[in-house]
Antibody, heavy 117, light 111 residues
Framework: EVQLVESGGGLVQPGGSLSLSCAASGFSFTTYWMSWVRQAPGKGLEWVANINKDGSKGYYVDSVKGRFSISRDNAKNSLYLQMNSLRAEDTAVYYC??????????WGQGTLVTVSP | QSALTQPASVSASPGQSIAISCTGTSSDIGGYKYVSWYQQYPGKAPKLIIYDVSNRPSGVPDRFSGSKSGNTASLTISGLQAEDEADYYCSSYTNTRTLGVFGGGTKLTVL
């Protein structure tokens, strides 16, 4: 059974930083791209970032470029999202997902990030 | 504004059938077979219900079906049940960037 478990969310002040983690199990982690998707309160889904299989290339939505960094540790079956210079508009539930040709086959339960003074 | 266009809401009675449309361009839906649909209940994570335009993951009822014509994809739910009341999102591979694109979501109400 595929499991994706996010952690690291919480309350942070504007301009602050937060690091999210996603522990993966139940599939061959090294054979899939991975993605982070977020959902602001009451809003739709937004693709934030994805990363290739060996972790050498990460890609970002324009609104987070230069502030967020996606990475992975294939030895630990883990995905990460380092978020810096956080803004109120980054407030959302962040999901990690197994990415197969930009189709998200499995999702974690999500972790809430709240950016507020 | 989302890259893919879906109706904001649809409603129907139990037992009826509905179709949710998702309109894109030749750079996404029209050009590739990698169209997917997700079901999301309030407070829960999205769940994949259709991939590769028309394939269902194991465990998804065959009441759910997907199709595509030109730049528009559709999700059809037949024999509506109360448990189908949820938000539905379409998504597609796109050649304009390495991230996929989502529709704005459609709220399905079962009357």
């Amino acid at each position: 059974e595929v499991q994706l478990v996010e952690s690291g969310g919480g309350l942070v002040q504007p301009g602050g930083s937060l690091s999210l983690s996603c522990a993966a199990s139940g599939f061959s982690f090294t054979t899939y791209w991975m993605s982070w998707v977020r959902q602001a309160p009451g809003k739709g889904l937004e693709w934030v970032a994805n990363i290739n299989k060996d972790g050498s290339k990460g890609y970002y939505v324009d609104s987070v470029k230069g502030r967020f960094s996606i990475s992975r540790d294939n030895a630990k079956n883990s995905l990460y999202l380092q978020m810096n210079s956080l803004r109120a508009e980054d407030t959302a539930v962040y999901y990690c997902a197994r990415d197969d040709w930009q189709q998200l086959k499995d999702w974690g339960q999500g972790t809430l990030v709240t950016v507020s003074p | 504004q989302s890259a893919l266009t879906q109706p904001a809401s649809v409603s129907a009675s139990p037992g009826q059938s509905i179709a949710i449309s998702c309109t894109g361009t030749s750079s996404d839906i029209g050009g590739y077979k990698y169209v997917s649909w997700y079901q999301q209940y309030p407070g829960k994570a999205p769940k994949l219900i259709i991939y590769d335009v028309s394939n269902r993951p194991s465990g998804v009822p065959d009441r759910f079906s997907g199709s595509k014509s030109g730049n528009t994809a559709s999700l059809t739910i037949s024999g509506l049940q109360a448990e189908d009341e949820a938000d539905y999102y379409c998504s597609s591979y796109t050649n304009t960037r390495t991230l996929g694109v989502f529709g704005g979501g459609t709220k399905l109400t079962v009357l």
